[in-house]
């Protein structure tokens, strides 16, 4: 029995693009509500572009300084390899169609937050990221995210399982 090959990914049409998922001390996570998404899947870490000659390090910090405010954070760890999704065909219609992606390439930056919650501004950046933010349970994380996210977020989540007690 033969089986179809493998094709792999053409790394060259996605985007690249950090994610960040921080941590309360208590374990719990910082989800955003999309400012541009509907309920009930429209909660997210905080993810954006890197920008050309950026350093990924340097960019999850960025992102996450524009998107949340926060700043008071320590590394705790980061991905290996790329984690991609595809954009669905709604997302495909818009700016990234005229860019030429067909979805993200993610590096995974996992950080502790040790300030207070009044450091978070979701203004800090315009334009604005999330209209609400939250400490979210661990395991609420998969129902709140946008379904063409969910495969990500899966191995996301599993990648930093080890920190939710760190």
């Known amino acids: ?18 994610g960040v998922v921080v941590f309360h001390p208590d374990g719990r996570v910082w989800l955003g ?24 390090a340097q960019a999850a910090r960025r992102e996450l300084h524009e998107e949340t405010g926060i700043r008071s954070v320590s590394p705790l760890g980061e991905t290996e390899g790329w984690i991609t999704y ?39 950046h315009p334009p604005k990221e999330f209209d609400r933010w939250k400490w979210a349970d661990w395991d609420e994380v998969l129902d709140l995210v946008v379904p063409f996210k969910r495969d990500a977020y899966v191995q996301v989540l599993a990648a930093f399982a080890h920190l939710r007690s760190a």
């Open 86 to 124: 595809d954009f669905p065909p709604e997302v495909l219609a818009g700016p990234m169609r005229k860019r030429g992606f067909k979805g993200q390439k993610q590096k995974w930056f996992a950080v502790r937050f040790e300030g207070e919650d009044s450091e978070v501004d979701l203004d800090a």
């Open 1 to 18: 029995m033969s089986q179809e090959p493998v094709h792999p990914l053409d790394l060259d049409l996605y985007r690249p693009n950090v």
């Open 33 to 56: 509500k999309r400012s541009d998404a509907r309920p009930p899947h429209d909660w997210q870490f905080p993810q954006g572009g890197v920008d050309p000659g950026e350093d990924w």
